[in-house]
């Protein structure tokens, strides 16, 4: 029921930083998550970071930690993924998804099977 549209992908340098923002229509419940994917030619889909719309409490993959910061609006139904420090193994297509549970503070929340709404992603390119 939930629709997501992400923007704010684009090109940049090493070293550079990009804003995404997952905008959300429709009813989304107190115990829904929003998490960030990302896949990479050649590569598995990957869980980035995601976060409650609850408490917003967050959880990051390490390869992440540190440079990207996850956070929610949840008067306008949007959450960012603040990325600085950008690495060409960023470079992917990134999606925004959600799905209705409880934070676990483990791997598993990171999990796509646990995401049952996705948008169709915006592309993420960072040159050397």
């Known amino acids: 029921q939930v629709q997501l549209v992400e923007s704010g992908g684009g090109l940049v340098q090493h070293g550079g930083a990009l804003r995404l923002s997952c905008a959300a229509s429709g009813f989304t419940p107190d115990d829904y998550v929003i998490g960030w994917f990302r896949q990479a030619p050649g590569k598995e889909r990957e869980g980035v970071a995601c976060?409650?719309?609850?408490?917003?409490?967050?959880i990051y993959r390490d390869s992440v930690k540190g440079r990207f910061t996850i956070s929610r609006d949840n008067a306008k139904n949007t959450v960012y993924l603040q990325m600085n420090s950008l690495d060409p193994e960023d470079t992917a297509v990134y999606y925004c998804?959600?799905?209705?549970?409880?934070?676990?503070?483990?791997?598993?929340?990171?999990?796509?099977?646990?995401?049952?709404?996705w948008g169709q992603g915006t592309q993420v390119t960072v040159s050397s």
């Open positions: 976060i409650s719309r609850s408490d917003g409490g967050t």
């Open positions: 998804a959600g799905g209705q549970f409880v934070l676990y503070y483990s791997d598993y929340d990171l999990d796509w099977d646990r995401y049952d709404d």
